[in-house]
T-cell receptor, first 109, second 114 residues
Framework: AQRVTQPEKLLSVFKGAPVELKCNYSYSGSPELFWYVQYSRQRLQLLLRHISRESIKGFTADLNKGETSFHLKKPFAQEEDSAMYYCALKRNQGGKLIFGQGTELSVKP | DAGVIQSPRHEVTEMGQEVTLRCKPISGHDYLFWYRQTMMRGLELLIYFNNNVPIDDSGMPEDRFSAKMPNASFSTLKIQPSEPRDSAVYFC????????????FGEGSRLTVL
């Protein structure tokens, strides 16, 4: 069965510190992985996807199939990064997107 | 495009009452999803439709929950009778076919059942 696990409900860091939001998944096939973000009073929106191998707002995420992980990283956190972050998995051939429990990132000044 | 539109934005009701949440997807999107967001469980997929047909409703918690999509521009999620544990934010999202998985979310409907 597909499952996405985000072990931390809350992650609090100071501005300028590195941040890593953890995401592990279980799926026997070839998954597509995503990170979504929900800023205060805004809609949930796509941040990045593994197939694009892109950096968005300084965030990157690498798919590690050996460790079944897709951790989100940023070298220097900013206060405006404070938000709820969700990791999500989509089966290669399927239509549905399964989300993890979410991690609230709080960046303090 | 105004994006995915949900109504009501907030609803407070008493246990046992019927609740109907509404969603208008983005025009041209053939997939529609209903999610429930709670602190404990995060974002749970309840059901999704493709071309107005329910494809997977395995996430619907119990028979009190039902969802319909009578046409390409409208969907409802109904809870009857409602219970306090149904209190959550319910999100509707849509996406087009062929898209690489990006969902476009509505602003959500916050439901409180007293």
């Amino acid at each position: 069965a597909q499952r996405v696990t985000q072990p931390e409900k809350l992650l609090s860091v100071f501005k300028g510190a590195p941040v890593e939001l953890k995401c592990n998944y279980s799926y026997s096939g070839s998954p597509e992985l995503f990170w979504y973000v929900q800023y205060s009073r805004q809609r949930l929106q796509l941040l990045l996807r593994h197939i694009s191998r892109e950096s968005i707002k300084g965030f990157t995420a690498d798919l590690n199939k050996g460790e079944t992980s897709f951790h989100l990283k940023k070298p220097f956190a900013q206060e405006e990064d404070s938000a709820m972050y969700y990791c999500a998995l989509k089966r290669n051939q399927g239509g549905k997107l399964i989300f993890g429990q979410g991690t609230e990132l709080s960046v303090k000044p | 495009d105004a994006g995915v539109i949900q109504s009501p934005r907030h609803e407070v009701t008493e246990m046992g009452q019927e609740v109907t949440l509404r969603c208008k997807p983005i025009s041209g999107h053939d997939y529609l999803f209903w999610y429930r967001q709670t602190m404990m469980r995060g974002l749970e997929l309840l059901i999704y439709f493709n071309n107005n047909v329910p494809i997977d409703d395995s996430g619907m918690p119990e028979d009190r929950f039902s969802a319909k999509m009578p046409n390409a521009s409208f969907s409802t999620l109904k809870i009857q009778p409602s219970e306090p544990r149904d209190s959550a934010v319910y999100f509707c999202a849509s996406r087009p076919t062929g898209n690489t998985g990006e969902l476009f979310f509505g602003e959500g409907s916050r439901l409180t059942v007293l």
